[in-house]
C-alpha cells in the first residue's frame, strides 16, 4: 500500500454514504414509477459500493489486476447467487394467491 489516507478523509466518504442512503431512502419515499426507482437505487448501490471499495478496502492503491479480481470476483458470485435464487422465486410466485 502506497498511499497514505486521512481521517478526514474517511470521514468525507462516510458522509457521502450518508447522503447516499438517505437519497436512497426518499427515492423509495416518492412512489416514482418501479423502473425509475429500481434504475436509481442501483445506480446509488454501484456508486457506494464503489466508494467502499476505494476507499475503506483500500483498493485504491492496489493494482489493476487485483481491483479486476476482487470487481469480477463479487459480479461474478453476485450472478451465480441470482441465478440460484430464481427457481426459488418463480415457485413463490407460483403460490402465492393472486
Do not use: Q
Not at 7 to 20: D, E, F, G
Not at 23 to 43: K, N, Q, S, Y
Not at 72 to 85: N, Q, S, Y
Request: glycine share 4%; proline share 3%.
Amino acid at each position: 500500500m502506497e498511499g497514505h489516507t486521512s481521517y478526514r478523509t474517511y470521514w468525507m466518504v462516510w458522509v457521502l454514504l450518508l447522503i447516499l442512503t438517505i437519497v436512497m431512502i426518499f427515492v423509495e419515499a416518492a412512489r416514482l414509477p418501479a423502473a425509475a426507482t429500481v434504475l436509481l437505487l442501483t445506480i446509488a448501490m454501484f456508486v457506494k459500493a464503489g466508494m467502499i471499495g476505494t476507499w475503506f478496502m483500500h483498493l485504491r492503491y492496489e493494482t489493476r489486476a487485483l481491483v479486476l479480481a476482487v470487481v469480477l470476483g463479487t459480479l461474478i458470485t453476485a450472478a451465480f447467487l441470482w441465478f440460484l435464487l430464481i427457481p426459488d422465486a418463480l415457485a413463490t410466485l407460483e403460490m402465492s394467491p393472486r
